[in-house]
């Protein structure tokens, strides 16, 4: 169990709630008039429906989530803030993280939020790759799933700017699985990053950036388990990146590819 902001809601719930029931049953009798109502009173009165409204909605339907990184794109770029789908793949409980209800299983070419395996406090976002049994190769900059190379075919260049600010120079593909199709981002200057063949266990999924030759993910700390599943990542309602943008980006503002 870790506690994060619906950790804090939860407390911040429970104390408000708490001195709200206790002015009903010790106090609140014996006021001849409710402009006598203390100000602490008042103030969890006032904030507990807000406090329970937001944590229902954050905890069982969709929770906000902002791009820190380049390692999403071209499909999601630093600045991009997200709604994450919490129910797609069954509802848990906040804080504790118990499944109550189980629904969907990850699809292979979603982009999830999950919990990072080597420090759960950590959220990270990449795209499933693979699914529990199958066996993922990367190898050369070509990605294989079960033996079968996913088809690439170029898009163009693409520019962006680091977190330094600094103008990378990558080349747009779009790669095409049995059952996902999306655009990828290679750095033909760079050497290729972490290679290898990784079969995925029971109860867990491999995941990989877009942008892969800036990412770090399941070819570097292997595998997410399912217990570490956020939500599925389904829209992008702001676009504002404060470093090096010019601003809000509104044409970036819908539904994620």
Not at 4 to 27: E, H, P, R, Y
Not at 178 to 201: C, F, K, N, Q, T
Not at 242 to 257: A, K, L
Request: glycine residues 8%.
């Amino acid at each position: 169990m870790h506690l994060d902001f619906s950790g804090i809601l939860v407390i911040a719930l429970l104390v408000t709630g708490g001195i709200w029931a206790l002015d009903v049953k010790l106090w609140a009798s014996e006021r001849l008039d409710e402009k006598e109502m203390p100000i602490l009173v008042e103030y969890a009165r006032s904030f507990f429906p807000v406090i329970l409204i937001v944590l229902l909605l954050r905890s069982f339907l969709f929770e906000p989530f902002r791009i820190p990184s380049s390692s999403m794109r071209p499909t999601l770029v630093v600045g991009d803030f997200i709604l994450v789908n919490k129910f797609t793949y069954g509802l848990r409980l906040p804080v504790v993280d118990t499944k109550v209800l189980d629904l969907n299983d990850p699809e292979r070419g979603d982009i999830m939020v999950f919990r990072y395996p080597e420090d759960p406090s950590v959220d990270y976002i990449k795209r499933v790759v693979g699914l529990p049994g199958d066996r993922i190769e990367y190898i050369n900059r070509h990605l294989y799933v079960n033996g079968k190379a996913a088809e690439m075919s170029q898009r163009g260049s693409h520019l962006w700017m680091d977190n330094q600010c600094r103008t990378i120079d990558s080349l747009r593909f779009r790669e095409q699985t049995a059952d996902s199709d999306h655009e990828i981002l290679i750095i033909p200057r760079r050497a290729s990053r972490a290679e290898g063949e990784w079969v995925v266990p029971e109860g867990h999924y491999f995941m990989l950036g877009d942008n892969r030759d800036n990412s770090r993910d399941g070819r570097y700390w292997g595998f997410v388990p399912e217990e570490n599943i956020v939500g599925k990542a389904v829209a992008v309602w702001m676009s504002w990146d404060f470093n090096c943008g010019d601003g809000v980006s509104w044409g970036r503002i819908g539904s994620i590819d």
